[in-house]
């Protein structure tokens, strides 16, 4: 599976997914600066996580408009997979690519800790290696991860199944005390209507080793390999 | 001519920011502040002299960056 990561002035974590993604698929990502304007011919593109442009605006709005995204839509309306971590999901909001937007934490403060997800749908190219109902213990590392839309768009994202994980209890049960950021619905990740945009605030390349605490985001990048390989 | 646009949030979208500065001005000893909600103002300049064109091109410009409508309003002037 060749991957193409795509790298903003700001963005810190595209090392760290492309070590993970290189940890279950054996092949190194090529890094795509945000200034150029065609993303090579790929199976996967990666938005990782990272304070593009100083979260200037909003955050992932500048990046959202930066010269590779238009090619980014392009290659994602026609088919391309896309993942998007932490600014990588508030910038594939900003674009328009999911619903939603990702507002400031409701604490106000930066939460940077372990945190449980839930996975509500197992059935998608992101999340195949896990069962639904699993529960997978990951980081955030963010500022603005609080997930707002409309009731008319959540309602549509629950009855669709594309509410892929929601902040839990390390039992699975979704509660208040359980959402670092006050995400509506305790979301933390959803799909796009076609299943191949998948946007979430918590990091899984960070939870695919031992010593990082935690190996349990590692089934993500196991999902797409696998995924990749029945299609 | 400038445009000065104003950023607001939506009603109904939560505003930890806004809800913050009301207990700070209430640590003032400030009192009778009920709600506060804060945005944001941009000042553009723009080189357009034909004010329904300017308006026009403020307008895009709000819709396709300075606000994110699932959110925030805008509103503007512009002045000469």
Known sequence: MRACVIVFPGTNRERDIAEAIEGVSGQPSRMIWHGDTEVPKCDLIVLPGGFSYGDYLRTGAMAAHSPIMRDVVAKAKAGTPVLGVCNGFQTLCEAGLLPGILLRNASLKFVCKDVHLRVDNAATLYTNRYRTGDVAQVIVAHGDGNYFADAAALDELEAENRVVFRYATPAGEVTQAANPNGSQRNIAGIIDKRGRILGMMPHPENACETTLGSTQGRPLFESIVAGMAAA | ?80
Request: aromatic residues 4%; charged residues 30%.
């Open chain 2, 1 to 80: 001519m400038k445009a000065h646009i104003k950023i607001t949030l939506k009603n109904g979208v939560l505003d930890p920011q806004g809800k913050a500065i009301q207990g700070a001005l209430g640590h003032l000893g400030i009192s009778g502040v009920g709600d506060v909600r804060q945005g944001k103002f941009i000042e553009v300049e723009l080189a357009e002299t034909d004010e329904a064109k300017a308006r026009a091109t403020v307008e895009k410009m709000c819709r396709e960056l300075l606000a994110n409508m699932v959110i925030e309003n805008y509103a503007f002037e512009l002045v000469r």
